[in-house]
């Protein structure tokens, strides 16, 4: 079997942004504790959304979209090129031509931004004017202890220039939008959702959008996009490169543009993510490597650790509740990290005759338990949740073990292969 071909992909927010959580204006059927009128939306999309867009593109790219009869070899070409089923947890990922996602990252056009380990970070002491830099101690009863950390000041999801040289928490990366209305508007149709409830009232909507472009450092994040790499089996990719149908297909949204380049744009296409569809302009390049996830470095506060080692969550991972015993019950193993939620949309494609129908469910009562043969006919089921550690997230084990460790992150072969479950041996340097 020949290597697959390595893409780097980048998305440019065209204008403000929305991309879903557990709380959600809700619809019919919902549970009652996920729906609100205060919504805000999360600062990056899910892998599983970057999956469903490159999928989507795929079979626009290749005119595979349309309704056609079940004999129609489209069908055929349409499962060999993005396979038959969306993510699923206990099944063997089969997405036709593409092989893997990489994990997603930030850029600011000229350098990649990274998730910042949790434990490289400082006390400062206002009154005294003294800054103390975290450090793994031991305790007498063996345990692990982050001296000068502060557990009345947590630690957030932050991203680091990969030069090391600035550093911003994740929530600060993009700016905050609020629309107050009395209608929840800018978004698709619901299933099971009445006309009435599409006009309920007295809502609050927070959006994100890319930050002013101002000179960079402690205080002013860049105008950031997101950035992650694909292995394609093949060159279908090579249409992306040079798409000169894409041009006119974005020449409409130049002047909303936030700068990018009118070379670029040429090359760049209109992609919708998230169920409010928000635009974003996409790039596609050629890797200038034959890595699908470039091992960052890591420069550090945290002083060498005998015996130890220390991986850092490169993304949001789904442990194994072996490892996670571990960590809560022997002393030498160690988690630090935040947790978030996850949930994804699942459905088969074997039985559909138009792809783009996937969009909208067609069970009209969205109380309806959806059984295993309406799924197989192309109708979407909501998973249950998840819990995932955050990117950022460190782990202390023993330094003989790191491997084994690294093995069983990875080995979650469904969330590995689409950008989730990965991790790296941190290199401890001390901070320029």
Not at 39 to 63: A, D, F, H, I, W
Request: overall charge neutral; some cysteine; proline content about 5%.
């Amino acid at each position: 079997m020949s290597s697959p071909n390595y893409y780097t992909i980048t998305l440019t927010p065209e204008s403000r942004f929305f991309f879903g959580s557990e709380i959600t204006f809700g619809q019919s059927g919902e549970q009652k504790r996920r729906r609100s009128y205060l919504v805000k939306s999360e600062v990056l999309p899910q892998q599983t959304s970057l999956l469903g867009m490159l999928r989507y593109e795929l079979l626009r790219e290749n005119s595979l979209l349309a309704p056609y009869d079940t004999n129609d070899n489209r069908q055929q070409a349409a499962e060999a090129l993005v396979g038959t089923t969306g993510f699923v947890v206990d099944d063997k990922p089969d997405y036709g031509v593409i092989d893997a996602l990489s994990p997603l990252l930030l850029t600011d056009g000229k350098q990649r931004w990274v998730p910042e380990p949790l434990d490289d970070g400082a006390y400062e002491n206002k009154d005294k004017k003294t800054t103390n830099a975290f450090c793994w101690q031991k305790t007498k009863s063996g345990n692990w202890k982050l001296k000068h950390y502060n557990p009345k000041a947590p630690r957030y999801a932050r991203f680091v220039r990969e030069d090391g040289r600035f550093a911003h928490d994740l929530d600060d990366c993009f700016s905050s939008v609020t629309l107050v209305g009395n209608r929840i508007s800018n978004r698709l149709y619901r299933p099971g959702e009445s006309s009435e409830e599409d006009e309920e009232g007295l809502f609050r909507q927070t959006f994100r959008s890319a930050c002013k472009t101002l000179p960079v450092n402690e205080d002013n994040p860049p105008a950031f996009s997101f950035v992650f790499r694909v292995a394609i089996k093949g060159n279908v990719l090579d249409a992306f490169l040079t798409n000169e149908g894409a041009a006119n297909e974005v020449g409409a949204y130049a002047e909303r543009s936030r700068g990018t380049d009118a070379e670029e744009r040429k090359k760049a296409r209109l992609v919708f993510l998230g169920a409010e569809r928000s635009a974003f302009l996409m790039t596609v390049a050629v890797a200038n490597d034959l890595n699908l996830v470039p091992t960052p470095t890591y420069r550090t506060n945290t002083k060498s650790l005998s015996g130890t080692a220390r991986i850092v969550l490169t993304s949001d991972a789904f442990l194994p509740e072996k490892l996670f015993a571990k960590c809560r019950d022997h002393p030498d193993y160690f988690l630090m990290a935040n947790v978030k939620t996850f949930r994804f949309l699942s459905s088969r494609l074997d039985n559909t005759t138009s792809f783009a129908s996937l969009r909208r469910s067609e069970t009209k009562d969205d109380t309806e338990t959806t059984t295993e043969n309406q799924t197989k006919k192309g109708r979407r089921r909501e998973s249950d949740l998840f819990q995932l550690a955050e990117r950022g997230g460190v782990l202390l084990v023993p330094t003989e073990q790191a491997d084994t460790v690294v093995q069983q992150i990875e080995n979650q072969t469904a969330f590995h292969t689409i950008g989730y479950n990965h991790c790296a041996v941190a290199s401890i340097t001390p901070k320029a």
